[in-house]
């Protein structure tokens, strides 16, 4: 988390783009068959472990991850650093209401100063050239994409010229829900224990189950392909 937060002041103080990424078991699994997400994934500048999971998988491949970094976290943190150095963020993703109310959350914990803009995340294929001027007209620093895979990264990676004074773009996925108080974190020694999944699963096991359970036996069979090179 530090070193990614060290990175990231560095190049916004240098006027430069970083795009960031997260990888989760889910995502690694959908990179193997979307291969417009995998190319978005690998070019990005600078990648994060979102899962447990991918940092055990590290160990197990001998390329071990220090630690892993959890979207929520880095953007929260980053919440705090650009209120320090009054850099501007553009929130982009969700519903209206909860976009709404992150906004308004950072605005009283810190200041309205803090908002570049906003923007609910529905919307059609032959609107995403507007919106991304509209994010660059901002002339945020920061932009945040709480919208889910792999449209966020799809988005990003197709518009990365129009956003390019944009010094950091980051996709946060549910990340909006839960500052929002929509949906609950879990507890931390659950997210020590890397059952933050499961206890999202819990929440929502209808919607859930086939991304957790089917998704992460795809990416147990992966790391084991790897290992034993088969």
């Known amino acids: ?38 190319q978005s994934v690998n070019e990005s500048d600078l990648i994060n472990a979102d899962g447990q999971a991918v940092v055990w998988a590290s160990k197990v491949l ?3 991850l220090k630690e892993r970094v959890a979207g929520i976290d880095l953007m929260r943190n980053l919440v705090q650093l ?28 810190y200041s309205p100063n803090l908002i570049a803009g906003y923007r609910n995340g529905y919307f059609k294929k032959e609107e995403e050239l507007l919106i991304a001027q509209e994010i660059a007209k901002s002339e945020a620093n920061m932009l945040f994409v709480a919208i889910s895979s792999p ?6 990676f197709e518009n990365k010229t129009i956003l390019e004074k944009v010094n950091f773009v980051m996709g946060v996925g549910g990340s909006f829900d839960v500052v929002a108080g929509k949906v609950k974190r879990a507890p ?5 224990a890397g059952l933050e999944w499961f206890y999202r699963f819990l929440q929502e096991p209808k919607r859930m189950w086939k991304r957790y359970l089917i998704g992460n036996l795809k ?12």
């Open 188 to 192: 931390l020694w659950m997210q020590k």
């Open 62 to 64: 001998g390329k071990p």
């Open 82 to 109: 650009a209120h320090k150095r009054n850099y501007k963020i553009f929130f982009f993703g969700a519903r209206e209401e909860v976009v709404k109310k992150v906004v308004d959350i950072y605005s009283g914990e």
């Open 151 to 156: 449209t966020k990264e799809n988005f990003l």
């Open 219 to 230: 990416f147990l069979l992966l790391v084991f392909k790897e290992r034993f090179y088969f």
């Open 1 to 38: 988390m530090k070193e990614s937060l060290k990175v990231i002041e560095k190049s916004i103080q240098s006027n430069k783009q970083i795009h960031h990424v997260v990888v989760n078991a889910g995502k690694i699994v959908m990179m193997q068959e979307d291969l417009q997400l995998r």
